[in-house]
Structure formats: structure tokens, C-alpha cells
Nanobody
Framework: QVQLVESGGGLVQAGGSLRLSCAAS????????MGWVRQAPGKEREFVAA????????YYADSVKGRFTISRDNAKNTVYLQMNSLKPEDTAVYYC????????????????????WGQGTQVTVSS
């Protein structure tokens, strides 16, 4: 069983920045492919960013490319999402997710690839 706990959400003005953190339980975090997914009000969950467990591969949704950066610290069992130049359309609940059986350099883009999910953290961007 893997537990994921997100933090760092909040209210920010358009153009501002936030850094989300996701702390994971488990001794094999370094072998999990990790990702961030968001869900805006009235919309389906959508992929945001992913990080492979080997090789340092990352992948981003077009809507956040160049503004968001995903990173991970295996010593701290934590994955981060640095969000810059935030826009009102980035307002959503942001979820951290883990794919525990991903191939070495795979990034999980499809939501069904993720095995465990956090409870989410709210990000609100005001105009």
C-alpha cells in the first residue's frame, strides 16, 4: 500500500507561483513513476506532468509546458510541482499519483496507468 499526501496549494494571483509537494510512503519510492493530475470544477481529471523512476524523463501537458516543472527527491520520498506564471484556468484540485509497476524510463500519461492517488490539494488562481 502506498500513501500519498499533497501540500502547498492555496490562493494566488494570476502570474504568481506555487510549489506543490507530495510525500509518499513506502521504501521503494525510487522505483515509482510519479505524476500530477488536476481536476477543474465541472471537468474531468486531466494529466499535468509526469516523471519516470529511472533516467530522469519528464513529460508535460501542452497547457503547462514551459510554466510547470516536475521534480523528485528520492531521499525524501517526495515529488514536487513548481508552477510559475499561473493562470486562472490553472484553478483545480491537484492530485499526486504513483505508477508502481512502470517500465524503467516510462512516463505515465494516461490516468489509468496510476495505481495510487493522493487526496488532492486546491489551487485557486485569481484574475
Amino acid at each position: 500500500q502506498v500513501q500519498l499526501v499533497e501540500s502547498g496549494g492555496g490562493l494566488v494571483q494570476a502570474g504568481g507561483s506555487l510549489r506543490l509537494s507530495c510525500a509518499a510512503s513506502g521504501r521503494t519510492f525510487s522505483s515509482y513513476a510519479m505524476g500530477w493530475v488536476r481536476q477543474a470544477p465541472g471537468k474531468e481529471r486531466e494529466f499535468v506532468a509526469a516523471f519516470s523512476w529511472s533516467g530522469g524523463r519528464t513529460y508535460y501537458a501542452d497547457s503547462v509546458k514551459g510554466r510547470f516543472t516536475i521534480s523528485r527527491d528520492n531521499a525524501k520520498n517526495t515529488v514536487y510541482l513548481q508552477m510559475n506564471s499561473l493562470k486562472p484556468e490553472d484553478t483545480a484540485v491537484y492530485y499526486c499519483a504513483a505508477d508502481v509497476d512502470a517500465p524503467r524510463m516510462a512516463v505515465a500519461v494516461r490516468l489509468y496507468e496510476y495505481d495510487y492517488w493522493g487526496q488532492g490539494t486546491q489551487v485557486t488562481v485569481s484574475s
